[in-house]
């Protein structure tokens, strides 16, 4: 028995990862901190997946440097067993039982809990005797959580798990999640669209937009810096003046505008004396402003320059 | 942060282990239907011709070779991915996918003599011959040593073969794994006709002798082998994975 660190930290050095023609990431430089629940987020093509396959040594990069706890990961005999990257529902064997597939991932994975996968396999209603290829979009979906969870990777890479899901099934994944993770801390990144539902557990933000990075922030901190500005169209006009304006909507004389950046020493006293109103921007409000396409034109590198 | 860690297995052991369980479920297959096949046949024959002087066992020496050879084609197709994501390197896959195919490729030649020396001794026991009519350089007069050697060298090439196959489909695709069958799959071809050479004398340069056959076999398959072998590594070894399944 020896003693490893339970959490690892990332690192991706100026990461260039081309397919062909396809830029899938440009010059990604970005520093995951160990310990963390991540949100990776962005759009559609957007390099999410090829990111973490990059992290679990599917691929190498085209250009640059991939760390995990301070090593390329790429045929890297320390470091793989303490990267598990479960993309929608996972690499399985798909003609095996899930009782084989267990005692196949547990056998390769050094940290696997097999309370922990009895737990949630209860948890999901998960047949031992089925194969996957026999099991529904959620179901499979939910063996890939098993298996992503009980392998208490220190670097654990979720990746749209939660397709086919039904609410109630995603609920009890989040809480999950979280209950390991408090009792066996390690690094956690998790991507998916369903933000409003994944918002709660995030602590840091990485936004990917068109292969580059548009944010890498602590969650508070974004949340902080987004304010909607709501009055009449004048005086909101007035007020965001010289201010990164995200997007605005008007109904009537009435127009409520979001934008981004920390409110200065004075601005909440000076929008109540215009009889304008300052509210909140939920998380996935401010990623839709900031991954809209007619903002984000080659905005990218300007934005994560100013970020970190 | 610190927590205990328990060892894991070898992941050469752990994949080989469950490689060999899955090739040994098919050879289970294989040779259960191949032995009633031969059994039935045999029956068959007798029934017709009211004796059965040719080895009926030998004809199922093309299915032994390219059904396992198949079966490395799927290994690589089946299980490199989920080797890999499961957190252990190509390199370990490498390791454990030729052991065991080469495992597999000695353990058929084993069987497939066991079942043509049982085959020759009920022949002999009922006064017919065993005339083997394969091209091959073994006959009915040569002993279990000489007929292991020189299945296991062809059994070995074939399932290296496959494995090799399945990569190069992996690595350049549907139309790139087609057109490199001929070097892929054309060192197993040529294997199987080098026994035509015991037909061919080049005075001077080749007499026909039995252990020369054997030898020229057993080294021109030995060397194929490793230099498939050693392909089938250099491509798994580099092989990018794409990244949704």
């Keep these: 028995m020896t003693a490893a660190t339970t959490a690892w930290g990332v690192e991706l050095q100026h990461v260039t990862q081309r397919y062909g023609d396809v830029t899938a990431l440009d010059d990604v430089t970005l520093t995951i901190r160990a310990g963390t629940i991540t949100g990776l987020l962005g759009r559609n093509g957007s390099g999410k997946s090829t990111m973490g396959s990059l992290l679990a040594a599917f691929r190498r990069p085209t250009a640059g440097r991939v760390l995990v706890d301070g090593e390329e990961p790429w045929e890297n005999e320390r470091v793989v067993p303490g990267v598990c990257f479960v993309r929608e529902s996972g690499d399985v064997l798909d003609d095996y039982s899930l009782k084989d597939n267990l005692a196949y991932f547990s056998g390769a994975r050094p940290w696997f809990s097999h309370e922990l996968a009895g737990e949630l396999l209860d948890l999901f209603e998960l047949d031992l005797q089925r194969k996957p290829s026999k099991l529904s979009r959620g179901k499979k979906s939910a063996f890939g959580i098993v298996v992503g969870l009980a392998s208490r990777a220190q670097l654990t890479i979720l990746d749209e798990v939660h397709l086919g899901l039904d609410a109630p099934s995603r609920y009890a994944f989040y809480d999950a999640l979280l209950a390991d993770y408090a009792e066996h801390p390690r690094t956690i990144v998790l991507s998916s669209h369903l933000i409003d539902e994944i918002e709660r557990l995030l602590e840091e933000v990485v936004v990917l937009d068109r292969g580059r990075v548009l944010v890498t922030q602590d969650v508070e901190g974004l949340r902080a810096e987004g304010v909607s500005v709501t009055g009449p169209a004048a005086a909101v006009a007035d007020f965001v003046a010289g201010r990164d304006v995200l997007a605005t909507q008007r109904l009537g004389g009435t127009t409520q505008t979001t934008v981004r950046g920390a409110l200065l020493e004075g601005d909440v006293r000076r929008a109540r004396e215009a009889g304008l109103e300052l509210g909140p921007v939920p998380l996935q409000d401010l990623f839709v402003h900031l991954t809209d396409p007619g903002r984000t034109g080659g905005a990218g590198a300007d934005v994560q320059g100013a970020d970190r | 942060?610190?927590?205990?860690?328990?060892?894991?297995?070898?992941?050469?052991?752990?994949?080989?282990?469950?490689?060999?369980?899955?090739?040994?479920?098919?050879?289970?297959?294989?040779?259960?239907?191949?032995?009633?096949?031969?059994?039935?046949?045999?029956?068959?024959?007798?029934?017709?011709?009211?004796?059965?002087?040719?080895?009926?066992?030998?004809?199922?020496?093309?299915?032994?070779?390219?059904?396992?050879?198949?079966?490395?084609?799927?290994?690589?197709?089946?299980?490199?991915?989920?080797?890999?994501?499961?957190?252990?390197?190509?390199?370990?896959?490498?390791?454990?996918?030729?052991?065991?195919?080469?495992?597999?490729?000695?353990?058929?030649?084993?069987?497939?003599?066991?079942?043509?020396?049982?085959?020759?001794?009920?022949?002999?026991?009922?006064?017919?011959?065993?005339?083997?009519?394969?091209?091959?350089?073994?006959?009915?007069?040569?002993?279990?040593?000489?007929?292991?050697?020189?299945?296991?060298?062809?059994?070995?090439?074939?399932?290296?073969?496959?494995?090799?196959?399945?990569?190069?489909?992996?690595?350049?695709?549907?139309?790139?794994?087609?057109?490199?069958?001929?070097?892929?799959?054309?060192?197993?071809?040529?294997?199987?006709?080098?026994?035509?050479?015991?037909?061919?004398?080049?005075?001077?340069?080749?007499?026909?002798?039995?252990?020369?056959?054997?030898?020229?076999?057993?080294?021109?398959?030995?060397v194929l082998a490793g230099a498939m072998a050693a392909v089938f590594a250099a491509i798994v070894l580099r092989l990018q994975l794409p990244p949704a399944p």
């Design chain 2, 1 to 222: 942060m610190t927590t205990t860690v328990t060892t894991r297995p070898s992941p050469t052991a752990h994949t080989a282990r469950r490689l060999g369980e899955a090739l040994l479920t098919m050879a289970g297959v294989f040779w259960a239907i191949a032995v009633v096949a031969v059994v039935i046949a045999t029956l068959v024959a007798w029934r017709v011709a009211g004796s059965v002087d040719v080895s009926i066992a030998v004809y199922a020496r093309q299915a032994a070779i390219w059904f396992p050879f198949s079966l490395g084609i799927l290994v690589v197709a089946a299980y490199l991915r989920v080797h890999i994501a499961s957190g252990m390197t190509r390199r370990t896959f490498v390791r454990a996918a030729l052991l065991v195919e080469v495992a597999a490729g000695v353990g058929y030649a084993a069987v497939f003599t066991a079942v043509a020396l049982l085959e020759r001794a009920i022949h002999d026991a009922l006064g017919w011959e065993s005339v083997m009519t394969e091209i091959q350089l073994a006959d009915e007069s040569t002993s279990a040593g000489v007929m292991l050697l020189e299945l296991a060298v062809t059994f070995v090439v074939a399932n290296l073969s496959g494995l090799l196959v399945g990569a190069v489909f992996h690595r350049y695709g549907a139309w790139g794994g087609m057109l490199s069958l001929p070097l892929t799959v054309g060192p197993l071809v040529l294997l199987l006709y080098i026994p035509g050479a015991r037909f061919v004398d080049l005075p001077g340069i080749w007499t026909t002798t039995p252990a020369g056959h054997l030898a020229l076999a057993v080294t021109v398959g030995t």
